[in-house]
């Protein structure tokens, strides 16, 4: 992983202060125990630019279990690509319009995610294989199989407002 410095000219983007007392957790969008090659790789790991709001439940459970997932799939694949990132998702309001809503912590005015989306591209036998999850940030039974919030990769890519593949 390679360290990457936000520039001393740019506004404060979020701080460890706007987390406590929030109720969320500081949740790790690429895992710190998937950074064990050095202590600096996986330090790296703990710098904000890879830490977003989840609810504790979703970060301890739920999300771990997602996270142990695909260190498996490492395990029968020659290699697995994973993205993961933040989704502002709209919901139906009682006047039957959408409205995206999501709060916001501290001074610095960090969004909470309303979910969770993590794309994974895996090699095996010179054939790739997708998988594309969208979590709502907040508890998730842990007896839900995964495939309970599997989703197509162009859900994910619509909802992203990014494009996973070429072509």
């Keep these: 992983m390679t360290s990457w410095k936000i520039p001393s000219f740019h506004p404060r983007l979020a701080n460890k202060?706007?987390?406590?007392?929030?109720?969320?957790?500081?949740?790790?969008?690429?895992?710190?125990?998937?950074?064990?090659?050095?202590p600096e790789t996986m330090k790296d790991t703990f710098y904000l630019s890879n830490i977003s709001p989840q609810h504790p439940?979703?970060?301890?459970?739920?999300?771990?279990?997602?996270?142990?997932?695909?260190?498996?799939?490492?395990?029968?694949?020659a290699k697995v690509y994973v993205i993961t990132g933040p989704l502002f998702l709209p919901e139906e309001g009682k006047d039957g319009k959408k409205y995206v809503r999501y709060q916001v912590l501290g001074e610095n005015n960090v969004a909470v995610p309303t979910h969770y989306f993590k794309v994974i591209h895996g090699k095996k036998d010179n054939a790739f294989i997708t998988e594309?999850?969208?979590?709502?940030?907040?508890?998730?039974?842990?007896?839900?199989?995964?495939?309970?919030?599997?989703?197509?990769?162009?859900?994910?890519?619509?909802?992203?407002g990014l494009i996973f593949r070429s072509g």
Excluded: C
Aim: aromatic fraction near 8%; charged fraction near 25%.
């Design 17 to 38: 202060s706007d987390y406590r007392g929030s109720g969320y957790d500081r949740g790790h969008l690429s895992p710190a125990g998937n950074a064990r090659s050095s």
């Design 57 to 77: 439940q979703l970060n301890r459970k739920y999300w771990l279990k997602l996270e142990r997932h695909v260190r498996e799939m490492t395990k029968s694949h």
């Design 132 to 160: 594309a999850y969208i979590l709502p940030n907040q508890p998730i039974d842990n007896q839900l199989p995964l495939s309970t919030f599997r989703v197509t990769l162009e859900k994910v890519e619509r909802s992203a």
